[in-house]
């Protein structure tokens, strides 16, 4: 092969990637930066990215309109998304706008001033700059644009950036790309609950309103709260509205979840979004497998293993996993409840009905857990939740298990107050239930003082819950119950068995109970 052969071929090799880079994002960051690392999980972000720039360029008639991404910090997110992704976008559509926001000023520039660089950058200009013939013109910012918050493409062109912290000024500018970068920069600020509200407040009444027809939303998110940004439009997003956004999600953990710790279907995912939480259906979104790290060439299993033994559960949820508990957490623990597969034969069951009023999908749910104490160990053992949001459905099939050959002996409790009192009452006229063990028991305090012997006795290891379906929602729950937690029905009925068991020698026998109203 002679020199000039040679040059033909590496001019034809460069012109390939120059055509890859403006057809792909992933070609585009490699092309960029020669650097950057296109590691598994960061070529499927760049797919999703790639969704979100077709809604831009057809103005909302394809593609991603709404996107939400959960990783770790320092995964290579921010240099994607905040840098990568908008000099792209300018790149191929020099007539849009990008409004580029974070927690901090300060953070919301440093992004701005690297979508700048690379703008500048010959790199860039080979690919839609003045050395790319572009037949609409090159791509370049227009001299008069020296700041780093905000700045304008040169004409023909209309496009620019403006780059502005949480609560800065954005009013009076357009966004066709809307990008949040890290709302939240602290559990401090995670903690605080003016400060979600300013977010919240700031991201409907200014933000929102910035977008142009077609404009598209990018929100990356370490999830502090089950009530940050994130968490409160997962809440929308579970809620029955048609009208309310819907956010695609791309949630990709540290470590991959254990196969069933995955949500089953969409009724279930979207009962997981009413709490402010993400699952995707199936299994991991990269087609991991349990355990598997996200980036091994990063941190490894083991190294995250070794991350997880020196942080507490109030970062490595969160911050790592993506699964955020609630402020006032950690009143039971990763851990504290010990699944089994049986419980002993012979013991004393006991069920206490936690109930509700309600018809919403918003509604607290009714519930019910079989427990029995175990005297020869000690052990407290749970199975079979039964728990169902409409009331009168809830009591039919309560009735149905007090009549399964299955229940008996067991001694159903409910709540001496209110409108339990009434359930109480309909069931003893019930002549159907006439052997079937009911009481009325009065828990003192509130829900979190009664949980307090079942919180004892877990952390001793003292408490079994028998491996089932329900079982994984049930210990979602507990690891975020706290005076604050949305949904608490599920530790409510355990809590109450508690006190069944502790009023056991007060409890009267089947027939001294029957027949009476």
Request: proline share 5%; hydrophobic share 40%; charged share 25%.
């Amino acid at each position: 092969m002679n020199q000039t052969e040679r040059e033909a071929l590496l001019a034809d090799g460069e012109k390939a990637e120059r055509a890859l880079a403006r057809r792909h994002l992933i070609d585009y960051a490699c092309y960029m930066a020669p650097w950057y690392i296109p590691a598994p999980h960061i070529v499927l972000l760049a797919q999703y990215l790639e969704k979100v720039e077709l809604f831009i360029r057809t103005e909302g008639k394809e593609g991603i309109g709404r996107l939400m991404v959960f990783m770790p910090p320092r995964y290579g997110k921010s240099e994607t998304i905040s840098r990568l992704f908008p000099s792209w976008v300018l790149g191929k559509n020099p007539d849009k706008r990008v409004i580029q926001t974070s927690y901090g000023a300060d953070l919301a520039q440093d992004d701005s001033r690297k979508v700048r660089e690379y703008l500048t950058s010959p790199r860039f200009m080979n690919i839609f700059g003045k050395n790319a013939c572009s037949v609409d013109g090159a791509v370049e910012i227009s001299i008069d644009s020296r700041s780093q918050a905000h700045w304008d493409l040169a004409a023909p062109h209309r496009g620019g950036l403006v780059a502005a912290g949480i609560g800065g000024g954005i009013t009076g500018k357009g966004a066709n790309l809307l990008n949040i970068d890290d709302p939240i920069k602290s559990r401090d600020e995670a903690d605080s609950e003016a400060y979600l509200k300013t977010l919240m407040s700031w991201y409907r009444s200014t933000a929102y309103s910035r977008l142009e027809k077609g404009g598209a939303i990018v929100i990356t998110h370490t999830r502090w709260s089950l009530d940050d940004l994130a968490g409160q439009l997962l809440q929308a997003m579970g809620s029955d509205s048609e009208l309310v956004d819907k956010y695609e999600i791309l949630f990709l953990p540290a470590i991959a979840l254990d196969e069933d710790q995955y949500a089953r279907d969409e009724a279930q995912q979207k009962e997981e979004m009413l709490k402010g939480i993400f699952l995707p259906i199936g299994g991991d979104m990269l087609g991991r497998k349990a355990g598997e790290a996200l980036w091994p060439d990063k941190a490894s299993t083991d190294q995250l293993k070794a991350t997880r033994e020196n942080v507490t559960d109030l970062e490595w949820w969160p911050v790592y996993q993506q699964l955020p508990q609630p402020i006032t957490g950690g009143f039971f623990q990763d851990g504290d409840f010990i699944v089994v597969d049986e419980a002993p034969k012979g013991l004393k069951w006991y069920r206490y009905m936690d109930l509700a009023i309600g018809r919403t999908s918003r509604s607290d749910f009714n519930s019910t857990v079989a427990i029995a104490h175990d005297p020869n160990t000690g052990f407290i053992y749970l199975r079979d939740m039964i728990r169902i949001r409409e009331l009168n459905e809830f009591l039919a099939t309560v009735k149905e298990w007090m009549l399964s050959p299955g229940e008996k002996g067991t001694i159903w409790a409910v709540e001496d107050v209110a409108f339990q009192t009434v359930v109480f009452n309909d069931f003893m006229k019930d002549k159907d239930l006439i052997n079937t063990a009911i009481t009325q028991i009065r828990p003192e305090g509130d829900k979190v003082t009664r949980a307090r012997p079942l919180q004892t006795r877990c952390r001793q290891g003292f408490v079994m819950v028998v491996d089932a379906p329900w079982v994984r929602g049930f210990l979602q729950e507990a690891f975020r119950f706290g005076p604050n937690a949305r949904k608490d029905d599920q530790i409510d009925t355990a809590s109450g068995g508690m006190k069944a068991i502790l009023d056991n020698a007060r409890i009267p026998a089947p027939a001294e109970m029957i027949g009476f109203a």
